[in-house]
């Protein structure tokens, strides 16, 4: 996952700025970690390449993971034509889309003051197909963009068979919010002189050098080979 550009702001003043879209959105527990600032809520999806995308169905609830990606006020999934999940999503089937960032595991001197240091947006709303050709086609170019800048200058286009037989949909973000945690142990003062270790333990996702095709007989290109000279992904 790549680092946003934009830096998220987790002053409790900041956070509160916003207030919730919609009561099922509103965060109620720990309500002070909420987030309901739309930057926020683009930095962590745009740090994200995967969601997990609840619904229900006559068979029960699920909850799926799927490749995700942002354009403007919108997040993008795309699949085959028959996949259940987009067939469900395309009838208007409500869905709650979840993203978590893990930024490190709070050590606190009692058990009950364990936490966790983290990022998360939860989005609620239906999707909505993207229907027109052009706009389909922007969109597949937009996540070959999030997979990798420039790789779709070289890679084969998708032809017409193959988009004919994908399913791209949206999700506004209008109906989302963030969680946040992040800084120090938070322990109770009359914990404060149990001798043991307190602290963070830190915990990012990091580049390793990519690992070329064995069937390859070409030098990789700059983005290939730099890609693990880069920052850490979340």
Known sequence: MTTSSTPIDHSTTAKQSASAPSERSRVRRLPAQADYQRSTLHAIIDAAYLCHIAFHDDNGSHCIPTACWRTGEYLYIHGS????LLKL?????????????????????????????????VIYGQFERVEADVDKRAAMD?????IMPGRKLEARPGNDKEFAATTVMRISLDEAAAKTRSGNVVDDAEDMD?????????????????????AMNIPAPDYVSNWSKGSQLA
């Open 194 to 214: 149990i001798p043991i270790w307190a602290g963070i333990l830190p915990l990012v996702e990091t580049r390793m050098p990519a690992l070329p095709d064995p």
């Open 142 to 146: 937009a996540l070959m963009d999030r």
């Open 81 to 84: 034509n028959g996949g259940r």
């Open 89 to 121: 999503l395309a009838c208007g089937t409500q869905a709650c889309v979840g993203i978590t960032l893990l930024d490190g595991l709070v050590l606190a001197r009692s058990a009950f003051n364990h936490s966790m240091n983290y990022r998360s947006a």
